[in-house]
T-cell receptor, first 112, second 114 residues
Framework: KQEVTQIPAALSVPEGENLVLNCSFT??????LQWFRQDPGKGLTSLLL?????REQTSGRLNASLDKSSGRSTLYIAASQPGDSATYLC???????????FGKGNQVVVIP | DVKVTQSSRYLVKRTGEKVFLECVQD?????MFWYRQDPGLGLRLIYF???????EKGDIPEGYSVSREKKERFSLILESASTNQTSMYLC?????????????FGDGTRLSIL
């Protein structure tokens, strides 16, 4: 069974610092990996999707990398802002179907 | 923009009631999903559907059923609500059976069973 782990569960950083969030998964037979953002009491917003054949994806200040063989992904957020405060969830798409296995998330607070 | 709409943001029901949670998407997506989210447990898949009248069990289907009579609407049914079904319920959709499309989520329904 695919297990997705995100450590630490919570972290705080000063505004302006770069954020680095890690995600690991146990089964490398994935179709893609997705990063989501969740604000308190809200649904999830898709940030980046990396296909299994890709190494990274970028969108603005966000960059996500994927090392499928070692079962790891990293989300980088450059020059963090208070508006980046949220929970970030990593999910892997299981090969052969549309199901996602989610990590429990990194709760991020950016301190002004 | 894709819009996934869940009928209620907050819902309070009593033990034993039959509860319906409704989800509608406006982008003609084939795939729809129901998750529940609990502190410390993360998101868990309850049921999903690839097409009208199609449904498949997720990881925790016990105590739930679903209905997909129209492509845009996916309903989650709690046959006889129990207190352990108090949770945040999230609906999502994605296009076709191509696997490299992100899932789009609604804002969730926070359900309390008393």
């Amino acid at each position: 069974k695919q297990e997705v782990t995100q450590i630490p569960a919570a972290l705080s950083v000063p505004e302006g610092e770069n954020l680095v969030l890690n995600c690991s998964f146990t089964d490398s037979a994935i179709y893609n990996l997705q990063w989501f953002r969740q604000d308190p009491g809200k649904g999830l917003t898709s940030l980046l999707l990396i296909q299994s054949s890709q190494r990274e994806q970028t969108s603005g200040r966000l960059n996500a990398s994927l090392d499928k063989s070692s079962g790891r992904s990293t989300l980088y957020i450059a020059a963090s802002q208070p508006g980046d405060s949220a929970t970030y969830l990593c999910a892997v798409s299981l090969y052969g179907n549309n199901r996602l296995a989610f990590g429990k998330g990194n709760q991020v607070v950016v301190i002004p | 923009d894709v819009k996934v709409t869940q009928s209620s943001r907050y819902l309070v029901k009593r033990t034993g009631e039959k509860v319906f949670l409704e989800c509608v998407q406006d982008m003609d997506h084939e795939n729809m999903f129901w998750y529940r989210q609990d502190p410390g447990l993360g998101l868990r898949l309850i049921y999903f559907s690839y097409d009208v009248k199609m449904k498949e069990k997720g990881d925790i289907p016990e105590g739930y059923s679903v209905s997909r009579e129209k492509k845009e609407r996916f309903s989650l049914i709690l046959e006889s609500a129990s207190t352990n079904q108090t949770s945040m319920y999230l609906c999502a959709s994605s296009p076709d059976r191509g696997f490299n499309q992100p899932q789009h989520f609604g804002d969730g329904t926070r359900l309390s069973i008393l």
